[in-house]
């Protein structure tokens, strides 16, 4: 059976936010049916003051990063510690697999607001929110099944595709940057990562400290890829 396959989305907070760009397409978010109480915005820098500039409170940072050798190598291995050492989990961890190519620009912005959905305003018809009460009680795999036949949120994600600066990839194109969310559920920072068969719990953390916390886990990231320069994170804040 042919894999499924989407556009991938660009790094850009104007694609996942409905403000800020006067193109005639309604952009992610409003298109998911979610008030624009949260927005997207650009995080500049890792340094404090930089920090400073990003609107509070932050509920959720998406990155994207480069999927290196390096980094393969380092998720087997902590793949296999957390199989053999374990970690605490809460139950109320939204999670799901991506079983979906490129889909994880997607399956980050479900990750940051299925596990901020008390804090969201949604439309009463709103997609996301449908997709998220039925897939409530299935399993990571059961959703990402789920996504693959859910055809509004698969025609929001190709039109907001075509709505990067850049111009989309063709669908043959292999692309090797990814996406992951970080959240905080139940004072704990969790790493949501689809490709992944579980979340990583990253420690304690407050909502107060979250984007500092979070930041912490995206430079891991970069150190472990000093040559790399394609990062890029943006916080999911209050608007």
């Not at 997607?106 to 039925?134: P, Q, V």
Request: charged residues 30%; proline residues 6%; contains cysteine.
């Amino acid at each position: 059976m042919e894999p499924h396959r989407w556009l991938p989305l660009e790094a850009n907070p104007d694609v996942t936010n409905q403000v800020r760009t006067p193109r005639p397409l309604l952009q992610f978010l409003k298109q998911l049916g979610i008030h624009p109480d949260w927005q997207f915005v650009d995080v500049y820098g890792m340094e404090p003051e930089l920090l400073s500039m990003v609107p509070r409170p932050v509920c959720a940072v998406l990155l994207l990063f480069p999927i290196t050798e390096k980094y393969e190598t380092f998720r087997t291995e902590e793949e296999e510690r957390i199989k053999t050492e374990g970690q605490d989990v809460k139950s109320s961890v939204y999670f799901m697999k991506q079983t979906i190519s490129n889909a994880c620009g997607t399956i980050g912005l479900i990750h940051a607001i299925a596990n901020n959905k008390d804090k969201m305003n949604f439309e009463s018809d709103s997609s996301l929110k449908k997709f998220l009460e039925d897939s409530l009680l299935m399993t990571p795999e059961e959703r990402a099944k789920y996504l693959e036949t859910y055809e509004a949120i698969r025609v929001t994600h190709e039109s907001s595709a075509h709505e990067g600066q850049t111009e989309a990839p063709s669908l043959d194109e292999k692309v090797d940057l990814h996406f992951i969310a970080l959240v905080n559920v139940g004072d704990h920072l969790y790493e949501l990562d689809g490709r992944k068969p579980f979340p990583i719990n990253h420690g304690q953390t407050s909502d107060d400290n979250f984007l500092e916390d979070a930041v912490e886990v995206c430079k891991k990231f970069m150190e472990r890829d000093p040559e790399e320069l394609r990062f890029n994170a943006i916080a999911l804040s209050a608007a």
